[in-house]
């Protein structure tokens, strides 16, 4: 057809070098489409797809995509996505049955913290509970001095001449409570002769076992020293007696010397407790304690915040996933790229997993050992779930949000208040409070989008590698992982903190628990062996599986990194095209010009009028009368447009038709006028010709 204002001959609804509506009906008529569908393949009428809100203006002017490969080998690849993220569902949902089943061997072990220590540590009136016995068949003897000792009594042992010679003290002490044990002692002693000191905490009376025993070296001292503290907690997996042994070894004594030891005391608690710390690099601890009711509260934060993030990206996200197990076969692009938080992070959990698993074989096939400080028994099951929970929550809080959210909201705060943005609607909050509105959604993450500025995503590129690196060197360092976990927590930390600014806090703490919570099942002893070696080899297929996702999520980062540099390479036009008046003009008279389309049709010396107002159908052709000829005048100077408000000049028709959807770059389309050009603020998007908000 022919546009009625500038004569150009095209197709659509609107002429492509002015803008003005194509000429409609005498009685106007409602857009309908027969479509399908380029994203989702759905067929339907109407301005909107009904699945998966693509606007139907978009498909005249961009092509649909022609996916890569054979049909075939994309519903196969589908019908693989579909198993692995099923797959890794039921894996968390195993996880989850854990987590529920988990309070009655916590909660219990909670309510048995307690501590003690010791009786009869000052010997202030007598060694009661005390006794001596000699060490490598010597005639070494020991009493009890009630003076001369630091300042009262003390234990006192005589040892004859021979090589070696020896004694200890023996006393009993009970542990109650929950086990598994810390317990440190410390003594003083007084020595004629160069010898050892030796520490242990055993459950039997009989002998001395070195290999759980501390060797203190000492050299002779005619003073009371004090010992440093020593951990003496290698056999304390039980309640019940132990039996305190402290002893003096003297390789080769000359003549006969007198040994003293001077209150001995030993303090034992419960190896339970809970902490709270940040990285400022390395972790700094915030709180530390044993107290039951400060712990029993924690641990039901832990478990509320697991089961609400789990029910909230199950509800929020229900139609998102509904959609990409629904897509057609043929469509595996949808599947991973689904807005769904909890496909993203059962795609990125099965890359994840597939790289350690590959990093472990790596490590044996070379002989290096593959060490993890997990080393459960029946008595301390009940700490490392609580352990393991802890992890899949604060670690989360620590690594992701202080490091990450809470950077990038400070830095979006700061550039708001520099650079006077956003400016507030009509009629809606106030600029102090879109300042910080702008600002605080960055700090739980999940708003990191395609079209978020360049300066967002360059400093989400910034924090994700550096709270990947903390978060590893914190396991090697402080966790007892040993150096060979750094490489993979690196890789599945990227992946976590692209979860975090994609999805949100929740998303990364269950991409956490399903790695920590999947060996609640196996340490509260739920299906014995039988279950342990199912869980194992579902978890090696599901890590197998994670292969073809790794090498998707580096093509993908490849893909996102190139267009994260076109963002910064790229210049955008912000004021229109001037060229001169006709020829004979005074000079420094300039003119609009309409933008050049290639297509044949009469140029005028003068600016078109403006575009009519917007309307779901076009007014009558008689509205659009073509303008005569007229003689040529410098235009009036239009005022300034007003603060935030549209730069277009009059009669300015975009050149850029965009492309699909949901493709790279991100570009807009009005619903409603068709219009290409927009702007952006308070998160959506405004129409910079009919004025309404999409």
Same mark, same amino acid.
């Given at each position: 057809?022919?546009?009625?204002?500038?004569?150009?001959?095209?197709?659509?609804?609107?002429?492509?070098?002015?803008?003005?509506?194509?000429?409609?009906?005498?009685?106007?008529?409602?857009?309908?489409?027969?479509?399908?569908?380029?994203?989702?393949?759905?067929?339907?009428?109407?301005?909107?797809?009904?699945?998966?809100?693509?606007?139907?203006?978009?498909?005249?002017?961009?092509?649909?995509?022609?996916?890569?490969?054979?049909?075939?080998?994309?519903?196969?690849?589908?019908?693989?996505?579909?198993?692995?993220?099923?797959?890794?569902?039921?894996?968390?949902?195993?996880?989850?049955?854990?987590?529920?089943?988990?309070?009655?061997?916590?909660?219990?072990?909670?309510?048995?913290?307690?501590?003690?220590?010791?009786?009869?540590?000052?010997?202030?009136?007598?060694?009661?509970?005390?006794?001596?016995?000699?060490?490598?068949?010597?005639?070494?003897?020991?009493?009890?001095?009630?003076?001369?000792?630091?300042?009262?009594?003390?234990?006192?042992?005589?040892?004859?001449?021979?090589?070696?010679?020896?004694?200890?003290?023996?006393?009993?002490?009970?542990?109650?409570?929950?086990?598994?044990?810390?317990?440190?002692?410390?003594?003083?002693?007084?020595?004629?002769?160069?010898?050892?000191?030796?520490?242990?905490?055993?459950?039997?009376?009989?002998?001395?076992?070195?290999?759980?025993?501390?060797?203190?070296?000492?050299?002779?001292?005619?003073?009371?020293?004090?010992?440093?503290?020593?951990?003496?907690?290698?056999?304390?997996?039980?309640?019940?007696?132990?039996?305190?042994?402290?002893?003096?070894?003297?390789?080769?004594?000359?003549?006969?010397?007198?040994?003293?030891?001077?209150?001995?005391?030993?303090?034992?608690?419960?190896?339970?407790?809970?902490?709270?710390?940040?990285?400022?690099?390395?972790?700094? %601890?915030?709180?530390?304690?044993?107290?039951?009711?400060?712990?029993?509260?924690?641990?039901?934060?832990?478990?509320?915040?697991?089961?609400?993030?789990?029910?909230?990206?199950?509800?929020?996200?229900?139609?998102?996933?509904?959609?990409?197990?629904?897509?057609?076969?043929?469509?595996?692009?949808?599947?991973?790229?689904?807005?769904?938080?909890?496909?993203?992070?059962?795609?990125?959990? %099965?890359?994840?997993?597939?790289?350690?698993?590959?990093?472990?074989?790596?490590?044996?096939?070379?002989?290096?050992?593959?060490?993890?400080?997990?080393?459960?028994?029946?008595?301390?099951?009940?700490?490392?779930?609580?352990?393991?929970?802890?992890?899949?929550?604060?670690?989360?809080?620590?690594?992701?949000?202080?490091?990450?959210?809470?950077?990038?909201?400070?830095?979006?705060?700061?550039?708001?208040?520099?650079?006077?943005?956003?400016?507030?609607?009509?009629?809606?909050?106030?600029?102090?409070?879109?300042?910080?509105?702008?600002?605080?959604?960055?700090?739980?993450?999940?708003?990191?989008?395609?079209?978020?500025?360049?300066?967002?995503?360059?400093?989400?590129?910034?924090?994700?590698?550096?709270?990947?690196?903390?978060?590893?060197?914190?396991?090697?360092?402080?966790?007892?992982?040993?150096?060979?976990?750094?490489?993979?927590?690196?890789?599945?930390?990227?992946?976590?903190?692209?979860?975090?600014?994609?999805?949100?806090?929740?998303?990364?703490?269950?991409?956490?628990?399903?790695?920590?919570?999947?060996?609640?099942?196996?340490?509260?002893?739920?299906?014995?062996?039988?279950?342990?070696?199912?869980?194992?080899?579902?978890?090696?297929?599901?890590?197998?599986?994670?292969?073809?996702?790794?090498?998707?999520?580096? %093509?993908?980062?490849?893909?996102?990194?190139?267009?994260?540099?076109?963002?910064?390479?790229?210049?955008?036009?912000?004021?229109?095209?001037?060229?001169?008046?006709?020829?004979?003009?005074?000079?420094?008279?300039?003119?609009?010009?309409?933008?050049?389309?290639?297509?044949?049709?009469?140029?005028?010396?003068?600016?078109?009028?403006?575009?009519?107002?917007?309307?779901?159908?076009?007014?009558?052709?008689?509205?659009?009368?073509?303008?005569?000829?007229?003689?040529?005048?410098?235009?009036?100077?239009?005022?300034?447009?007003?603060?935030?408000?549209?730069? %277009?000049?009059?009669?300015?028709?975009?050149?850029?038709?965009?492309?699909?959807?949901?493709?790279?770059?991100?570009?807009?389309?009005?619903?409603?006028?068709?219009?290409?050009?927009?702007?952006?603020?308070?998160?959506?998007?405004?129409?910079?010709?009919?004025?309404?908000?999409?």
């Amino acid at each position: 057809m022919a546009c009625p204002r500038c004569g150009a001959q095209y197709e659509g609804n609107f002429c492509p070098r002015c803008g003005a509506p194509a000429a409609a009906a005498a009685v106007p008529q409602p857009m309908v489409f027969s479509v399908t569908c380029p994203r989702c393949g759905t067929a339907y009428q109407g301005r909107f797809c009904p699945r998966c809100g693509l606007p139907a203006g978009a498909m005249p002017y961009a092509p649909l995509p022609v996916p890569r490969g054979s049909p075939d080998l994309h519903r196969f690849l589908s019908v693989l996505w579909t198993l692995a993220v099923v797959g890794f569902l039921v894996f968390i949902a195993l996880n989850f049955a854990g987590l529920l089943l988990s309070p009655p061997y916590v909660v219990p072990g909670i309510q048995g913290i307690t501590s003690g220590h010791n009786p009869n540590q000052t010997f202030a009136t007598g060694n009661a509970n005390w006794s001596f016995r000699a060490l490598n068949a010597s005639s070494a003897t020991g009493t009890y001095a009630g003076s001369g000792g630091n300042p009262d009594g003390y234990l006192a042992m005589t040892l004859p001449a021979g090589s070696p010679v020896g004694g200890m003290w023996v006393e009993a002490v009970q542990f109650t409570g929950s086990a598994p044990y810390i317990a440190e002692a410390v003594l003083d002693y007084r020595t004629q002769v160069a010898g050892d000191i030796v520490i242990s905490l055993e459950p039997t009376a009989q002998g001395l076992n070195f290999s759980d025993a501390v060797v203190l070296p000492v050299t002779a001292t005619g003073t009371w020293t004090t010992t440093p503290t020593v951990d003496v907690s290698n056999s304390t997996g039980f309640a019940g007696t132990y039996f305190l042994k402290v002893a003096f070894l003297a390789p080769n004594n000359s003549a006969a010397a007198q040994v003293g030891f001077d209150n001995v005391k030993l303090g034992w608690i419960t190896n339970a407790y809970f902490y709270l710390y940040l990285p400022l690099p390395l972790p700094s %601890l915030l709180w530390l304690s044993w107290d039951q009711g400060q712990f029993l509260a924690y641990y039901g934060f832990l478990v509320a915040v697991l089961v609400l993030s789990a029910a909230w990206y199950s509800v929020r996200e229900r139609k998102r996933t509904a959609r990409a197990f629904s897509a057609p076969l043929e469509n595996i692009s949808t599947r991973l790229r689904s807005m769904s938080a909890w496909v993203a992070v059962a795609q990125v959990w %099965l890359a994840g997993t597939f790289f350690q698993f590959v990093v472990i074989l790596v490590i044996e096939a070379l002989g290096a050992p593959v060490t993890s400080p997990i080393s459960t028994t029946p008595t301390n099951a009940w700490t490392d779930i609580f352990q393991l929970t802890a992890a899949s929550v604060w670690e989360e809080i620590a690594y992701r949000l202080f490091l990450i959210g809470v950077p990038m909201a400070i830095a979006a705060l700061l550039y708001r208040l520099v650079s006077g943005r956003p400016y507030p609607p009509p009629g809606g909050p106030g600029r102090a409070g879109a300042i910080l509105r702008g600002a605080w959604h960055y700090l739980w993450g999940g708003n990191l989008r395609r079209e978020s500025s360049q300066e967002a995503k360059l400093a989400a590129a910034i924090l994700i590698p550096v709270s990947a690196f903390l978060w590893a060197i914190a396991h090697a360092a402080g966790g007892g992982w040993g150096w060979w976990k750094v490489v993979p927590v690196f890789v599945m930390g990227l992946g976590a903190g692209y979860i975090y600014v994609r999805h949100g806090l929740g998303a990364a703490i269950l991409l956490h628990f399903a790695t920590d919570g999947s060996l609640a099942l196996s340490l509260e002893g739920v299906g014995g062996a039988g279950l342990d070696l199912a869980t194992n080899l579902f978890y090696i297929g599901l890590a197998i599986a994670g292969s073809g996702f790794l090498a998707w999520y580096a %093509l993908y980062g490849w893909e996102e990194f190139k267009d994260f540099r076109r963002g910064f390479q790229a210049r955008v036009v912000r004021q229109p095209l001037l060229v001169g008046g006709p020829p004979g003009a005074p000079p420094g008279t300039w003119n609009y010009a309409p933008p050049s389309l290639g297509v044949p049709g009469p140029s005028y010396p003068y600016a078109p009028p403006p575009p009519p107002p917007p309307a779901y159908s076009p007014p009558p052709p008689q509205a659009y009368a073509r303008p005569q000829p007229q003689t040529w005048a410098p235009p009036a100077a239009a005022p300034p447009p007003a603060r935030g408000g549209s730069m %277009l000049p009059q009669g300015y028709a975009p050149t850029y038709h965009p492309p699909p959807y949901g493709y790279p770059p991100v570009r807009f389309q009005c619903p409603y006028c068709g219009w290409v050009e927009a702007r952006y603020e308070n998160r959506s998007f405004t129409c910079l010709r009919c004025g309404r908000t999409a």
